[in-house]
């Protein structure tokens, strides 16, 4: 996308780290609020966040007043305040923490940095500074052993472009906080697969996309059709303040050969003022340059693609064009009746009146958070949130009544690997953590995105030398299900208990698509993990497209493509010795003592232990029939049966369809199956790097090397989880695909972790016993019911009125309710 590198930013949401290395003690220096989508990652195909919003926003007519800030607020949404049992170790840096790396990074004139506001294409700069994660060991023994905090390390990320070879550096910085003293760097090697002679720098495919890939190359070329382009779609794509046009491809770039070889394509340009519908609006010509090395002059153009017809030069093209019978093709081009996502339509029948909401109970909040540590209790759960530039939200030290669950769960990387006639669809794989979803974890909009109650957090990122908070981008909040999460009823007693959960969630918009990612705790001991995705999808042009994508308008294909996001789930079940048990349901022929002579057709249970990580990659089975059990050999329960938590698809998964893809080949081989289980290792602490997509031959992080055949017996495992959907966008995802259909999860419970279901300890439950007729009592376990007209009258319950038919006695109605057992 033709993004400017360095954007001004908003002084409203930012912290200038320089300014806060003069004052390095203010640690509790806050960025004030408002924030705007005002920051872009460089980038390539991605359709990047534009800064500005073309056209007048004022023109709309806002329906709602701002809130009258004297009025009380309906809700005190805080939760109770707690204090952390220990420091969040996951947490992200202070802002003196970060101030004083930036300070000391600018001093080291190895790195011979320049500020970011006046960093050119050619100049180093800090593109990153965060936490890095504390190692397990020193973790646990900071939180189970009394131990010393874990020494605070940053992670640097060098944009290194000062050279004919640009490339990025990973750095380990510290110890924190940073003093000229003790100060050191080396290359953050540790958690890359490749190790070799990189030192950890990734090479930089993308140090020109900004500036002169446009300038120099793709306008150039636009401007060398401009006359088919017009006689086309009336446009041009000069970087004009009048273009109607843009030009961006594919993601990750052609890497074959040593060669790096681009494809393009022209899009219109939304019409409509507001509404971001350009990867809606393909248009159908394409052309291929080799950009290899930052020569510019170097650089080929080798063709053009119209009409699924190669043209090997622009001449070629041009005489083709001109040519009489030359087919040409319609364009898309947005209106708001099918690109705009404001209501249209006929108002369904009573649709205008307020629609049932949820709301807090009569004494608030039911959780505490530790709002400074990160920290939640919610009825027997506790854990800490931890925050990347990365991947976002992650959760840490997730115990359930004191006992750890899991040390550590959180997406690690997302894919969304598209395919298609065209050679831009054909080589789409956005592997999202490049783009990052800490930086697009906007606010998140209370009672639409969250239940308007509520509680919410900050999250921060880093950018060109200043730290920007998204206020409010998590939310916490209980939820009562539309169902119960136990009943049963009888001839004499009905019980029933709430199915209230808890969530935690955060939304990153990246590019095109807004992923919501839900962590839910119920009152079992389950937890669930939830990933919905909706906003614009990416389409095609329609010609010669349908074996990719269903045609959803004249001129417009969606074009398929696959979700996978890949979360760790680091398991500790009753400590760090851990196996997995495949359990499976299996068709049987057998005899019994019993059974004569005679062979009975039924089935049994088959269980197993995955051995190694040689058996350690495999997928859901069909028909659900294998049970994957994370346990603990060395903990059984009482009856002899060992301890654990069963994981499985909570709503559909998906792991890859392309096999041995052309587009990520080794950068993304974490797809590649649903469930992948290994050792827990220091130098293995996430399945992908940022920058696996400038090198997909030879990616930093190559997941597939995680499996080196190690024992999985009573060892600290991993379980990588893949959550995806197999898209393939109808009608129905304009403008916008849907929440309620783009959807994948997956569940942790409980199996035989406890002797009973743990839900029976709440006390929001009911019990009615009635008989003739009349409930004869309620149990509310001491829950007072309140006089809210809106509560439900328990005393109300009568159970099966009878009316006699033979002989018939319409007069004598009386109460009796049946059951089987
Ligand atoms: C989030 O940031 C805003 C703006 O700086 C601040 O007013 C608010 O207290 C912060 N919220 C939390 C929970 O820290
Ligand atoms: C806001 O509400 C207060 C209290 O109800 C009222 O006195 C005040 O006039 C209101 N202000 C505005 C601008 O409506
Ligand atoms: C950027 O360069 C200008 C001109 O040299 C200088 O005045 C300014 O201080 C520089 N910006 C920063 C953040 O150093
Ligand atoms: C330092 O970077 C500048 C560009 O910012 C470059 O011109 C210069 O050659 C670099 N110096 C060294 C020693 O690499
Ligand atoms: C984690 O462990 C690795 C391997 O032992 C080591 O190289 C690295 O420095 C440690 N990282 C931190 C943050 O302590
Ligand atoms: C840690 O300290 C607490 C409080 O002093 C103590 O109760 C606990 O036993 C200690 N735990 C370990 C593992 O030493
Ligand atoms: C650290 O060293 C740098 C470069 O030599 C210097 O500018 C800075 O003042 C020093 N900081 C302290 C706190 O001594
Ligand atoms: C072509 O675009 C120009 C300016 O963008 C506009 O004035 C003109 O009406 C357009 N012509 C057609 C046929 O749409
Ligand atoms: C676009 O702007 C350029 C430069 O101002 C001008 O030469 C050109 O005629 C404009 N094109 C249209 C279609 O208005
Ligand atoms: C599709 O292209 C045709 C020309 O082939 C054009 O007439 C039509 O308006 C386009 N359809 C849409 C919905 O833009
Ligand atoms: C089962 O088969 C054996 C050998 O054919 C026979 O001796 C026995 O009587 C049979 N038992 C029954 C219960 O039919
Ligand atoms: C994957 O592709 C590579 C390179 O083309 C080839 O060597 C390898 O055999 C392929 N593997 C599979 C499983 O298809
Ligand atoms: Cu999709």
């Given at each position: 996308?033709?993004?400017?590198?360095?954007?001004?930013?908003?002084?409203?949401?930012?912290?200038?780290?320089?300014?806060?290395?003069?004052?390095?003690?203010?640690?509790?220096?806050?960025?004030?609020?408002?924030?705007?989508?005002?920051?872009?990652?460089?980038?390539?195909?991605?359709?990047?966040?534009?800064?500005?919003?073309?056209?007048?926003?004022?023109?709309?007519?806002?329906?709602?007043?701002?809130?009258?800030?004297?009025?009380?607020?309906?809700?005190?949404?805080?939760?109770?305040?707690?204090?952390?049992?220990?420091?969040?170790?996951?947490?992200?840096?202070?802002?003196?923490?970060?101030?004083?790396?930036?300070?000391?990074?600018?001093?080291?004139?190895?790195?011979?940095?320049?500020?970011?506001?006046?960093?050119?294409?050619?100049?180093?700069?800090?593109?990153?500074?965060?936490?890095?994660?504390?190692?397990?060991?020193?973790?646990?023994?900071?939180?189970?052993?009394?131990?010393?905090?874990?020494?605070?390390?940053?992670?640097?990320?060098?944009?290194?472009?000062?050279?004919?070879?640009?490339?990025?550096?990973?750095?380990?910085?510290?110890?924190?906080?940073?003093?000229?003293?003790?100060?050191?760097?080396?290359?953050?090697?540790?958690?890359?697969?490749?190790?070799?002679?990189?030192?950890?720098?990734?090479?930089?495919?993308?140090?020109?996309?900004?500036?002169?890939?446009?300038?120099?190359?793709?306008?150039?070329?636009?401007?060398?059709?401009?006359?088919?382009?017009?006689?086309?779609?009336?446009?041009?794509?000069?970087?004009?303040?009048?273009?109607?046009?843009?030009?961006?491809?594919?993601?990750?770039?052609?890497?074959?050969?040593?060669?790096?070889?681009?494809?393009?394509?022209?899009?219109?340009?939304?019409?409509?003022?507001?509404?971001?519908?350009?990867?809606?609006?393909?248009?159908?010509?394409?052309?291929?340059?080799?950009?290899?090395?930052?020569?510019?002059?170097?650089?080929?153009?080798?063709?053009?693609?119209?009409?699924?017809?190669?043209?090997?030069?622009?001449?070629?093209?041009?005489?083709?064009?001109?040519?009489?019978?030359?087919?040409?093709?319609?364009?898309?081009?947005?209106?708001?009746?099918?690109?705009?996502?404001?209501?249209?339509?006929?108002?369904?029948?009573?649709?205008?009146?307020?629609?049932?909401?949820?709301?807090?109970?009569?004494?608030?909040?039911?959780?505490?958070?530790?709002?400074?540590?990160?920290?939640?209790?919610?009825?027997?759960?506790?854990?800490?949130?931890?925050?990347?530039?990365?991947?976002?939200?992650?959760?840490?030290?997730?115990?359930?009544?004191?006992?750890?669950?899991?040390?550590?769960?959180?997406?690690?990387?997302?894919?969304?690997?598209?395919?298609?006639?065209?050679?831009?669809?054909?080589?789409?794989?956005?592997?999202?953590?490049?783009?990052?979803?800490?930086?697009?974890?906007?606010?998140?909009?209370?009672?639409?995105?969250?239940?308007?109650?509520?509680?919410?957090?900050?999250?921060?990122?880093?950018?060109?030398?200043?730290?920007?908070?998204?206020?409010?981008?998590?939310?916490?909040?209980?939820?009562?299900?539309?169902?119960?999460?136990?009943?049963?009823?009888?001839?004499?007693?009905?019980?029933?208990?709430?199915?209230?959960?808890?969530?935690?969630?955060?939304?990153s918009t990246v590019g095109n698509y807004d992923y919501m990612f839900t962590y839910t705790f119920f009152l079992d001991g389950s937890i669930a993990i939830e990933v919905r995705a909706s906003g614009y999808i990416q389409s095609a042009y329609f010609a010669h497209n349908d074996e990719y994508g269903f045609r959803i308008r004249d001129n417009l294909s969606g074009s398929m493509h696959d979700h996978v996001l890949n979360f760790k789930a680091d398991f500790d079940i009753l400590g760090t010795a851990n196996s997995v048990q495949l359990m499976r349901n299996t068709p049987v022929t057998t005899?019994?003592?019993?059974?004569?002579?005679?062979?009975?057709?039924?089935?049994?249970?088959?269980?197993?232990?995955?051995?190694?990580?040689?058996?350690?990659?495999?997928?859901?089975?069909?028909?659900?029939?294998?049970?994957?059990?994370?346990?603990?050999?060395?903990?059984?329960?009482?009856?002899?049966?060992?301890?654990?938590?069963?994981?499985?698809?909570?709503?559909?998964?998906?792991?890859?369809?392309?096999?041995?893809?052309?587009?990520?080949?080794?950068?993304?081989?974490?797809?590649?199956?649903?469930?992948?289980?290994?050792?827990?290792?220091?130098?293995?602490?996430?399945?992908?790097?940022?920058?696996?997509?400038?090198?997909?031959?030879?990616?930093?992080?190559?997941?597939?090397?995680?499996?080196?055949?190690?024992?999985?017996?009573?060892?600290?495992?991993?379980?990588?989880?893949?959550?995806?959907?197999?898209?393939?966008?109808?009608?129905?995802?304009?403008?916008?695909?849907?929440?309620?259909?783009?959807?994948?999860?997956?569940?942790?419970?409980?199996?035989?972790?406890?002797?009973?279901?743990?839900?029976?300890?709440?006390?929001?439950?009911?019990?009615?016993?009635?008989?003739?007729?009349?409930?004869?009592?309620?149990?509310?376990?001491?829950?007072?019911?309140?006089?809210?007209?809106?509560?439900?009258?328990?005393?109300?319950?009568?159970?099966?009125?009878?009316?006699?038919?033979?002989?018939?006695?319409?007069?004598?109605?009386?109460?009796?309710?049946?059951?089987?057992?």
């Amino acid at each position: 996308m033709r993004v400017p590198e360095q954007l001004p930013l908003s002084s409203a949401v930012t912290v200038s780290l320089a300014v806060l290395g003069l004052l390095a003690d203010n640690v509790s220096a806050r960025p004030s609020p408002e924030p705007k989508a005002s920051w872009v990652r460089k980038g390539s195909g991605r359709k990047a966040i534009s800064n500005t919003l073309k056209g007048k926003r004022d023109a709309r007519i806002s329906t709602l007043s701002p809130r009258n800030e004297t009025q009380a607020s309906c809700f005190d949404t805080s939760a109770v305040a707690i204090t952390a049992p220990k420091l969040n170790v996951w947490d992200q840096l202070q802002d003196a923490e970060a101030a004083g790396v930036v300070a000391w990074l600018f001093a080291q004139p190895e790195f011979n940095l320049t500020v970011a506001e006046n960093a050119t294409a050619w100049d180093n700069s800090v593109l990153l500074v965060e936490a890095i994660q504390p190692n397990k060991t020193d973790a646990l023994a900071y939180v189970d052993n009394n131990g010393t905090a874990p020494t605070r390390w940053a992670k640097v990320v060098l944009d290194m472009r000062a050279t004919d070879s640009p490339y990025y550096q990973d750095l380990m910085v510290g110890p924190l906080p940073i003093s000229n003293a003790t100060a050191t760097w080396q290359p953050l090697t540790y958690p890359l697969t490749k190790k070799d002679n990189d030192q950890g720098k990734v090479r930089n495919l993308d140090a020109d996309s900004s500036d002169a890939l446009y300038s120099d190359w793709l306008y150039p070329i636009s401007a060398s059709v401009a006359d088919i382009t017009l006689d086309l779609w009336n446009g041009t794509a000069l970087g004009l303040a009048n273009d109607t046009l843009d030009i961006w491809g594919i993601d990750p770039l052609w890497q074959e050969d040593g060669r790096v070889v681009r494809w393009d394509t022209f899009w219109n340009l939304p019409t409509e003022a507001l509404f971001d519908a350009e990867t809606l609006l393909p248009l159908g010509l394409f052309f291929k340059s080799d950009v290899t090395g930052r020569d510019p002059s170097q650089w080929r153009l080798e063709g053009w693609l119209y009409n699924n017809i190669f043209y090997e030069t622009t001449e070629a093209f041009r005489t083709a064009y001109f040519t009489p019978g030359f087919v040409k093709h319609g364009a898309n081009v947005e209106d708001a009746s099918w690109a705009g996502t404001d209501q249209q339509g006929a108002v369904m029948p009573l649709d205008t009146l307020a629609p049932p909401t949820s709301t807090l109970g009569a004494q608030g909040t039911r959780f505490s958070v530790d709002a400074a540590q990160k920290y939640v209790e919610w009825m027997d759960f506790s854990f800490y949130i931890g925050f990347s530039r990365d991947t976002g939200i992650s959760l840490h030290d997730i115990r359930y009544k004191g006992e750890r669950v899991l040390y550590e769960l959180a997406l690690n990387e997302a894919l969304a690997h598209y395919a298609g006639n065209d050679p831009v669809q054909a080589g789409t794989a956005y592997l999202d953590s490049y783009y990052g979803f800490g930086p697009y974890a906007f606010e998140l909009v209370p009672g639409y995105d969250c239940p308007a109650y509520a509680t919410y957090l900050n999250s921060t990122f880093y950018v060109s030398e200043t730290v920007h908070t998204h206020v409010n981008s998590i939310c916490l909040f209980e939820y009562e299900a539309d169902f119960p999460i136990q009943r049963h009823s009888t001839t004499a007693y009905v019980a029933a208990t709430k199915n209230t959960y808890f969530a935690v969630r955060s939304v990153s918009t990246v590019g095109n698509y807004d992923y919501m990612f839900t962590y839910t705790f119920f009152l079992d001991g389950s937890i669930a993990i939830e990933v919905r995705a909706s906003g614009y999808i990416q389409s095609a042009y329609f010609a010669h497209n349908d074996e990719y994508g269903f045609r959803i308008r004249d001129n417009l294909s969606g074009s398929m493509h696959d979700h996978v996001l890949n979360f760790k789930a680091d398991f500790d079940i009753l400590g760090t010795a851990n196996s997995v048990q495949l359990m499976r349901n299996t068709p049987v022929t057998t005899a019994y003592p019993w059974s004569g002579n005679k062979t009975r057709n039924t089935m049994k249970l088959a269980r197993t232990f995955v051995e190694t990580e040689d058996q350690g990659r495999f997928n859901w089975d069909a028909n659900a029939l294998t049970q994957v059990l994370v346990v603990n050999q060395d903990e059984k329960n009482v009856f002899g049966e060992m301890r654990g938590y069963r994981v499985l698809p909570y709503t559909g998964t998906a792991h890859l369809t392309v096999e041995n893809s052309s587009t990520v080949v080794n950068a993304a081989r974490w797809a590649e199956y649903d469930v992948q289980i290994t050792r827990q290792k220091d130098t293995e602490p996430k399945s992908a790097h940022a920058y696996n997509s400038q090198d997909v031959h030879d990616p930093p992080i190559n997941f597939a090397d995680f499996f080196d055949g190690e024992s999985l017996d009573q060892e600290d495992l991993v379980v990588w989880l893949n959550l995806g959907m197999h898209h393939v966008p109808h009608t129905g995802d304009l403008p916008n695909t849907v929440f309620t259909t783009a959807h994948s999860g997956v569940q942790f419970m409980p199996s035989n972790y406890f002797t009973i279901d743990q839900s029976r300890n709440t006390v929001n439950m009911v019990r009615l016993e009635y008989s003739d007729g009349k409930t004869t009592a309620v149990d509310t376990f001491g829950q007072s019911k309140t006089d809210d007209i809106c509560e439900a009258d328990l005393w109300g319950y009568t159970g099966d009125v009878v009316v006699r038919k033979f002989p018939y006695d319409p007069n004598d109605p009386y109460y009796e309710t049946d059951s089987i057992v």
